[in-house]
Structures are given as C-alpha cells and as structure tokens.
C-alpha cells in the first residue's frame, strides 16, 4: 500500500514516486545476529507481508507473523488521521485490531517506521501491547526519523537484502505525530531492559530496544 | 482450448471403457453417463474431469457451505465457508472468491479473500490483489507486493511435509482450521447450504 500526506491527511501515493534505494543499518545488523544465533524464533513483520523479508526470516528456519500496522491505522482513523487518533472509540477499535497476539508470543519484532505516527496516548498504549506480546529478552527494532525540522516525513517500505542492508522503497509522506529524540524514546521504552541507539545519514534514528 | 481437448479426448474415453459398445449419439452418451452417476452416486462415480483435463470450478455465483475435499485440482471464485482439502492437488482462489475456510492442498494460488488458516504441502502463491487473514504453513511461498496478509508464516521442509504426520491440522481460535477426513468421491462437496445465485 502507498501513502501521501496532504494536510495531515493520509492518502495514496501516486504510483511515480521513487525507486527503491538500498542502505546499511546498523540496527538490523543487531538485530539480525539475533536471528544468527538462534533457531526457531518467533518474529513479528510490522510492514505487511513481502517476499524478501519473508524469505529472508525464514531461511534461517524461523517462523515470521505479518501485521500491517499502518494499513490498520489507515483503516481505523482514515482522512483525518490525527485528530481521529484522539477519538477512544476509534483508539479502541485500533488496538483491537492491530497486535492481536498471544502474550509473549515473539522473539523480535521489526517495527521499522509505523511508531512515529502515533499521537502519544495511543503510542504508550500501542508500545505497551507490543512489550507485551514480546517474550522477555526479545529485541525490537524500530525507526524514527531525526530531522527535526521536518513535519512531514516519508514513509518506506522496508526489504531486507541482507544480514546489514536494507531495501527502502518510498511510499509517500507523512505529518509524524511528534518529534523523537533519544530522551522521548528512552521515557517511551522505559519498562525495556536496555535501549540503544543508531544514528544514519538518512537522517533515521535506528532504535534496538531489549525487553 | 479446454474445448478442443474435450473433443478430442471424449471418444477415447468411450473406447476405452467400452470397446464392444456401438457407437453413440453425444447425446445417448451424456444421458448414459448420468444415469450411472444416479443409480450409484458414492461407489461407482469414476473421475470424469481427470480426462476432460480441466479444473472443478465453483464459479462465482454459487455459495457453499460445509466441507469439500478434491481429487483433482479446484478453482473456487464464488463463496464458501467451512474447510476445503485437495490433497495432492491445486487449489486456486479466484479474484472474486469470498472463503471463510480452511484450505489444505498440495499447491494453493491465492487471488481473493480468505479467512482462515492456509496448509499447503507444496507451494503457496499470493498474488497482489489477494487478502488473506490466518496462518499459513508450507515448503514454499511466493508473495507478490501489495498482497494483504495478516498472520504467521510456518515454512516447513519439504521432506516434513512429505510424511503422513506433517499433514496435521493448524488450528487457531481466531480462524476455521481445516479437518483431516478421507475424500469419498472426487470432488465432493458436504455442505450444509449450496446455494447458485
């Protein structure tokens, strides 16, 4: 699926927009010795199914769970994105639908970029719920973009070509919901047992956080 | 094309069966062939459409409700609720198909919606317009962009999933699982309501 944000509305981005560019990640390189290291982990794929991340997870013999997350936020607070985000009915309905899981149910979970569009009362809600359906010691990854003077920031899809480098095909902007910086993630992950930090010259904020 | 093979292959099918037999208007021979599937519905109903080379299609007007289990290979367009195996064969989900099921084949094509939980020995194709809610187990799986998925993905070895045991059932509160039961005819469909709108 892609996005636009006109006014802070989330919309579909024409089908023109860039070409896929590949870059390093240091947190994915962390993240993925997790996946070296271990055998028959549960990992949970917040950006919907694709071919590359599924291949990818499962070649080391792990089991990957998908959750559009952004896509169930397209659906529940629809045009007018934040300000719908404050209804509790719609919060509500959000909450059911996304992270439908057992407790403790995964060994890592990517994130990528879905947290940033998030208001606050329904991002310490929706993070409580996905500490809660990750087993203690389970990573997560996540991404937030640093360029602080950026309203709207894009959106990607993220593929994984290997144990370091990540695919990231634009899908249109988006008004984040606040501005990230360390203090505010590390308030947001203060129930996780260690956070660390990444910093890449796409101007992303690369989080690993430990349950 | 199904057409021409069916032409072509009908009066082999008749010499075959019976050789001595004298030749026979298509007409004589369609009513002789239902006959015998109305006077032995379960014991004597041999494969016809594994000659004729086509797929069983269940179009996209027609609902059912229940259990339907294969012998040859199945498109489902339309809508159904309940389980669908096709052991040893290709099961295809149409772009139009609503299925509220859960589906057991060798290889499984997916281009409609489903709601349920995806068991597949062999392969399991997604196509882009698809939509599939439930866990899918299989050797292998193709995902095209933009398909929508929401569940877990078990890819089990194929050598796994070549013994008796591999073929168990997924379960999940959450969705319909498919049930392991012997197929009766070739293409059966137990149902509790079919209905052709």
Known sequence: ???????????????????????????????????????????????????ANVSFITGYGHRISSDD??????????????SNQQAASNAHRFLEQTLTFPDETFDGALVWD?????????????????LRVMRPGALLLAFFNSDEKRA??????????????LAQTPRGGLQRAQYFNNRVLERLFERASSLKFFLTRGAQREVIVRK | MWSKRREDELPQRSESRSPTAPTSTPQLES???????????????????????????????????????????????????????CHEHRLTIGPNARVQAGLKAREIVIQ??????????????????????????????????????????????????????????????????????????????????????
């Open chain 1, 1 to 51: 699926m892609r996005f636009s944000a006109s006014r802070g509305i989330l919309t579909r981005a024409p089908k023109s927009e860039g070409a896929s560019t590949t870059r390093h990640s240091s947190g994915f390189e962390q993240f993925c010795t997790m996946l070296q290291n271990s055998s028959d982990l549960s990992i949970l794929d917040m950006s919907g199914a694709s071919q």
């Open chain 1, 69 to 82: 997350a952004l896509g169930t936020m397209q659906t529940c607070f629809g045009a007018d994105f934040f």
């Open chain 1, 114 to 130: 879905t947290l940033q569009f998030l208001i606050p009362p329904l991002l310490e809600d929706t993070v409580a719920k996905l």
């Open chain 1, 152 to 165: 709207q920031v894009p959106l990607y899809n993220y593929r994984i070509q290997d144990s370091k480098t």
């Open chain 2, 31 to 85: 009513q002789r062939r239902e006959s015998n599937f109305m006077a032995s519905p379960n014991r004597n109903f041999e494969p016809e459409t594994g000659s004729r080379g086509g797929p069983a299609i269940l179009g996209k007007n027609v609902t059912v409700k229940g259990q339907i289990f294969a012998r040859e290979d199945l498109t489902i367009d339309g809508e159904v609720e309940g389980t669908v195996e």
């Open chain 2, 112 to 197: 409609g919606s489903i709601h349920g939980n995806v068991d597949a020995t062999d392969k399991i194709d997604i196509k882009k317009e698809a939509k599939l809610v439930g866990d899918i187990k299989t050797s292998r799986i193709v995902i095209e962009d933009g398909a929508y998925f929401k569940g877990s993905i078990d890819i089990s070895k194929p050598n796994a999933a070549a013994k008796p045991a591999a073929a168990t059932v997924v379960t999940s509160p959450a969705v319909p699982s498919t049930q392991s039961a012997p197929p009766a005819t070739q293409t059966a469909v137990a149902s509790t309501g079919a209905t052709s709108r």
